[in-house]
């Protein structure tokens, strides 16, 4: 069953997606050479307590995964780019890191995605990360009143496409509330005008995340880390948006970004 959420409800979830940019925002500060990935999450594990928040993540139990999940926070890095596990791993010069997070405050949900480069930065690893920017911003703009869900997949599709990425619709962008996955599955490609009519109090979490060469995928052995099949680098771009009168509101932005909402 698909929620419509009011705009105090919207209001409620803004205040989660302002605290899961906070958390991304050091994230990305903190990533550095010499990192491992197990201080990350143990930092973030200090930000969530001290914030009163909680874990959407922890004892998690999908049925995409293998047993509950037990940490706060997917950490992906190189060919690696969703559910990552986070484990005694030092980040390197020029790794590609995906970090994931959603978190509920006072029983509302936001979640939010990004990547990054680790010390020196190759251009294609810049440019898959600009693509699912790109097409992340593309997909907050079609999810307006009025447009169909195949608009936003369309979208993010056609990005990908000018950039010459293949793309993976096993997992993809879903409906966000009360929980981190509401009944609403939104693929990264798709076809416009098709779908689900837009409407305001709808809330999405809309994820583009694109393989340079491939669109399978693989599981890595702890039954969470999904890679690209043939081991081409990724990236992994998520906001929170709620869809309103006047459009779409994004509720995970970062002041990093520098953009008002779309």
């Known amino acids: 069953m698909i929620e419509l959420k009011t705009p105090a409800e919207i209001e409620r979830m803004h205040v989660t997606g302002r605290f899961v940019a906070e958390v991304l925002t050091e994230v990305g500060r903190l990533a550095d050479v ?19 928040a909680e874990s959407c ?12 999940f037990r940490n706060v926070i997917c950490l992906s890095v190189n060919d690696a ?9 030092t980040l390197r010069d020029g ?38 920017e790109e097409a992340l911003e ?10 169909r869900l195949g608009d936003i997949s369309a979208a993010i599709g056609s990005v990908a ?37 837009l409407r305001p109090g709808l809330t999405l979490a809309l994820e583009p995340w694109f393989a340079r060469t491939t669109d399978r995928i693989v ?10 099949a043939d081991g081409s680098r990724t ?7 709620a869809i309103t009168e006047d459009g779409p509101l994004v509720l995970t932005r970062r002041d990093e970004e520098g953009r008002a909402s779309a």
């Open 235 to 241: 990236a992994h771009s998520e906001h929170t948006v």
């Open 138 to 147: 593309a997909a907050i703009e079609a999810a307006r009143p009025g447009n």
């Open 161 to 197: 496409e000018a950039y010459g990425y293949p793309v993976n619709t096993e997992f993809g962008g879903h409906a966000i509330g009360r929980t981190m996955h509401e009944d609403l599955h939104v693929p990264n490609k798709g076809r416009a005008g098709r779908g689900l009519k």
């Open 95 to 132: 790794d590609v890191l995906t970090a994931d997070l959603a978190v509920t405050i006072d029983g509302w949900a936001a979640d939010s995605a990004r990547t990054v480069v680790v010390g020196t930065a190759a251009e294609e690893d810049l440019r898959i990360i600009r693509a699912t």
């Open 219 to 228: 599981h890595d052995p702890d039954g969470w880390t999904i890679r690209s």
């Open 34 to 52: 010499g990192v491992n990935l197990l201080d990350l999450e143990h930092h973030v594990r200090g930000m969530i307590k001290r914030r009163g």
């Open 57 to 68: 993540y922890w004892d998690y139990a999908p049925s995409f995964g293998e047993g509950p």
């Open 81 to 89: 780019v969703l559910h990552g596990l986070p484990h005694d791993y």
